[in-house]
């Protein structure tokens, strides 16, 4: 058999391939973790036992609506009334099997093959990845100095195929916020031109401010040019539930329901029921889980402050630090495994959220407890060290 090239042409998971190093470390040499995001606590008990009855209960594996449970639905769109004071429908809601799959849902009810979407640099690897396999063409936009996106590059890329323009913010993999005013410039030149602007908002919580991060919502145009995509994984605690949402126009919500009948039919009950739990009974958790990691991201700077070993914190925030690595001589895939071979230090290469090697690599922090950031330091100091010695041989 034959198979299809549009996948075969793809990475392999960049996180899989960061855990196969873990494997090749010195065994005494205790592990830290700054690969995959995914907070390091349970998720709080209301949602722990509001799982455990509906697992329980005769019905508690029942289909649920295609759309999402009703009560989900509702609750979260109260929840985004009150965070970005504005105005969300639950018609306006589809819940999904997580966040990722919410971005190809909306992109395939978006695009077609040979049409064209306008991606943010550095990007999530999983859009770019689904893009590629869609037959979708992505153009890259260049961020500016302090590594956030222009409209007036935006705009240089918009063409009569274009479809849509992706915006991660938080960044995954930066970190960065993109200022409300921004988002606002890119949902105007979005309506201007006719197409979506998709903001994957999965990070929200953690920008270190209560303020809306953004006001689009309170727009009440907003659906004929607004796609935001969100996970309850990281608010919860939840990511092996897979849940998240695309928040969309009716007529989008629709088409993408079409796909996600194909694929999974529905959103897993259990997930839904969690994040159900999480958003009506887990308030004061989420507000306390928010507050430790902006205390995680405050040690971070600090210990980054004067660039261990030579490597260069460019940006950070939510849950992830980007720098940049030392070793212009040296691929950015062999320093990764450096570190995490002689160091024990797991990150994810630049390489997997850009086209070409530009001496980066993504570090979450927040899988760190706050006792392990002096040893991050240590690490990456002895590792600019140990490295600079390896290419003067």
Not at 82 to 91: E, I, K, N, P, T
Not at 171 to 191: H, S
Request: charged residues 20%; proline residues 6%; aromatic residues 8%.
């Amino acid at each position: 058999m034959r198979l299809n090239r549009r996948v075969i042409d793809q990475t392999d998971s960049p996180i899989g391939a960061a855990y196969a190093l873990a494997d090749r470390r010195d065994p005494g040499l205790p592990l830290l973790d700054c690969a995959q995001a995914a907070l390091q606590h349970p998720p709080a008990s209301s949602v722990r036992d509001h799982v455990v009855a509906v697992a329980a209960d005769a019905h508690g594996a029942d289909y649920v609506e295609l759309q999402g449970l009703p009560r989900l639905r509702t609750a979260f769109a109260k929840d985004l009334c009150g965070d970005y004071q504005g105005h969300v429908h639950h018609d306006q809601i589809l819940v999904t099997a997580g966040c990722n799959q919410a971005f190809c849902l909306a992109i395939s009810a978006l695009a077609a093959a040979g049409d064209e979407v306008i991606i943010a640099l550095p990007y999530y690897f999983n859009h770019d990845m689904w893009l590629r396999i869609e037959g979708l063409v992505p153009r890259y936009l260049e961020p500016g100095p302090d590594l956030l996106p222009t409209t007036a590059a935006a705009e240089k890329l918009i063409g009569p195929r274009t479809r849509a323009i992706v915006l991660v913010t938080p960044g995954n993999p930066t970190g960065l916020t993109v200022p409300a005013d921004t988002i606002a410039d890119f949902y105007r030149l979005a309506q201007r031109h006719g197409i979506a602007l998709v903001l994957d908002e999965t990070y929200r919580s953690y920008r270190g401010s209560v303020a809306p991060a953004h006001n689009l919502f309170a727009d009440r145009r907003w659906p004929a040019t607004l796609v935001s995509l969100h996970s309850f994984s990281k608010d919860l605690a939840i990511p092996g539930y897979r849940v998240g949402a695309v928040v969309a126009a009716p007529a989008l919500v629709r088409e993408a329901m079409k796909v996600l009948d194909c694929v999974a039919i529905c959103a897993p009950r259990i997930g839904q029921e969690a994040a159900w739990a999480g958003l009506t009974r887990a308030g004061d958790w989420r507000r306390a889980r928010t507050r430790e990691l902006v205390d995680k991201h405050a040690l971070f700077t600090a210990v980054m402050a004067d660039s261990p070993g030579g490597f260069e914190l460019l940006a950070s925030g939510g849950f992830f630090g980007w720098i940049r690595h030392p070793f212009t001589d040296r691929a950015t895939d062999d320093v990764v495994r450096d570190l995490a071979v002689k160091q024990g230090v797991l990150v994810i290469p630049g390489t997997a959220f850009l086209p070409d090697d530009r001496q980066t690599m993504r570090v979450s922090f927040a899988n760190l407890a706050n006792d392990e950031f002096p040893g991050l330091a240590a690490r990456l100091a002895a590792a600019g060290r140990s490295g600079r010695s390896d290419v003067n041989r």
